[in-house]
């Protein structure tokens, strides 16, 4: 994809979702156009997507903004265009690849991407993490994973030790307890009324759930529905506090950093 992509791309998401377009298009804007495709036919574009490594993992991707314009729909470009993508992860050595993808209902065409999560489950991906109303009332976010190899790596391992059945054994994980302090409160892209806690590990003492009621207090006052934050699953302190605050565990992403450590995600429901 090059920046004289852009016009045709934001015209070809705009026509599915004025959502995304928008946040498409500050993205493009602020970050460029690396790591995205389209896919062209008779010198038109007719689809794009994209993938983005996530931010401290070992070898896991997201699926950027993946649509085909309108009237190109049931050509099979979609499963095209998605099939080369993933041969282009497992290129890099992906490990894993996620998505998200909503249930929202058109009032005129109703449930739009029906047709985009029937593919996905149809190329392997699996739902991990189920959160609804996060969008909007009534709207829900799911969050999808695909394993993009089989067996995992394990490296400097003696043929005859036990643990080299291509699992990391449990005892390997390394578990966090440096402290931890939130450090921005934001309100979720694209959504009504969900936000988010930012966190790094910083000071001399972990956050306690008075903290957390601090930043619950703040996402209120701002009309909040709900709030969201995730952790790795090694780090091994911040659940109590968050569930004497309120949060509830909602799920998580499998072997989301590495393998054996996943992406907790946390809820907190204001109604």
């Not at 282009?88 to 993808?101: I, M, N, P, Q, Y």
């Not at 991990?128 to 490296?155: N, W």
């Not at 209120?220 to 090694?234: G, H, I, L, T």
Request: charged residues 25%.
């Amino acid at each position: 994809m090059s920046i004289e992509d852009v016009p045709s791309v934001i015209k070809i998401i705009d026509s599915h979702d004025e959502d995304d377009a928008e946040e498409a298009e500050r993205s493009y804007e602020r970050n460029g156009v690396e790591n995205q495709y389209v896919l062209v036919r008779n010198e038109q574009v007719v689809g794009v997507t994209g993938i983005q490594q996530a931010q401290g993992c070992e070898n896991s991707y997201w699926l950027s903004w993946t649509y085909i314009d309108d009237e190109q729909c049931g050509n099979g470009y979609g499963r095209q265009m998605l099939n080369d993508i993933i041969t282009e992860l497992r290129s890099r050595g992906a490990r894993k690849a996620f998505l998200k993808v909503s249930d929202y209902i058109d009032p005129e065409d109703g449930d739009i991407y029906a047709a985009a999560r029937h593919l996905y489950k149809s190329l392997g991906f699996t739902t991990e993490v189920t959160l609804p109303d996060f969008y909007a009332e009534g709207e829900t976010q799911y969050i999808m994973g695909l394993r993009l190899y089989d067996s995992i790596s394990t490296p400097d391992i003696d043929d005859d030790d036990d643990s080299a059945d291509g699992e990391q054994p449990a005892s390997d994980i390394h578990l966090i307890d440096a402290p931890v302090k939130f450090n921005n409160l934001f309100e979720i892209s694209e959504t009504e009324g969900s936000f988010c806690f930012g966190w790094e590990i910083a000071g001399k003492k972990h956050f306690t759930a008075a903290d957390v009621q601090i930043g619950l207090e703040a996402a209120k006052e701002q009309s909040a529905r709900a709030a969201y934050v995730s952790f790795p699953s090694n780090f091994s302190v911040v659940s109590e506090p968050l569930f004497e605050a309120g949060f509830e565990l909602i799920g998580s992403l499998t072997d989301y950093y590495e393998n054996g450590i996943d992406e907790l995600h946390f809820v907190h429901h204001f109604n």
